[in-house]
């Protein structure tokens, strides 16, 4: 399945702006993550369970518990941003 991730403030100055990434199976949130923090170096680094991260999924906050579906849009970014 193909995820399109969205990467906001921190995170987008760490990892771009963002990517798609393919997936073998049912993700949730949490499982997206993980396969991006096994990525290793700047995803570990910026995606690591130690920092607060929130996530919205198809431009709704959610937590790393919903599914995601084939298609969908997967925003990463630190619980406070600038505008």
Do not use: W
Request: hydrophobic letters at 45%; glycine letters at 10%.
């Amino acid at each position: 399945m193909k995820i399109h991730v969205r990467y906001f403030a921190s995170l987008r100055e760490a990892l771009g702006p963002g990517e798609t990434v393919e997936l073998d199976g049912a993700a949730t949130l949490g499982t997206l993550r993980d396969a991006l923090l096994a990525r290793g170096g700047r995803h570990a680094e910026a995606l690591a369970r130690t920092r607060a991260v929130r996530c919205a999924l198809n431009q709704v906050m959610a937590d790393e518990s919903a599914a995601v579906p084939d298609g969908a849009e997967v925003a990463f970014f630190p619980p406070v941003t600038g505008g």
